[in-house]
Nanobody
Framework: VQLQASGGGLVQFGGSLSVSCAVS????????VGWYRQSPGEQRELVAT???????NYVDSVKGRFTISRDNAENTVTLQMNSLKPEDTGVYYC?????????WGKGTQVTVSS
């Protein structure tokens, strides 16, 4: 399974960005996919997940601002991030599990300036 992240970039406080994850090599329709982020000196934290049944979960700090979605035809998961804050800055990684194994994409940088 391979995950390819794209998107991210630099945005001002209150702005919007999206990051997308293209998943290949598995059976995307049955996989839960998540987005994690890691800031310098911090542990990687779970931001949002979306299940095969389209159930969505978010860390409290992004509820109401971030939306995760999936496109089973394109095998992609997108994280739309609105009302961004400086504390949302970090490297964003997509993740999935498949038959007991974990897979990570290369991170994409999101920077929110104050």
């Amino acid at each position: 399974v391979q995950l390819q992240a794209s998107g991210g970039g630099l945005v001002q406080f209150g702005g919007s960005l999206s990051v997308s994850c293209a998943v290949s090599g598995g059976t995307f329709s049955i996989q839960t996919v998540g987005w994690y982020r890691q800031s310098p000196g911090e542990q990687r934290e779970l931001v949002a997940t979306i299940s095969s049944g389209n159930r969505k979960n978010y860390v409290d700090s992004v509820k109401g601002r971030f939306t995760i979605s999936r496109d089973n035809a394109e095998n992609t998961v997108t994280l739309q991030m609105n009302s961004l804050k400086p504390e949302d800055t970090g490297v964003y990684y997509c993740h999935t599990r498949y038959y007991g194994m974990e897979f990570w994409g290369k991170g994409t940088q999101v920077t929110v300036s104050s």
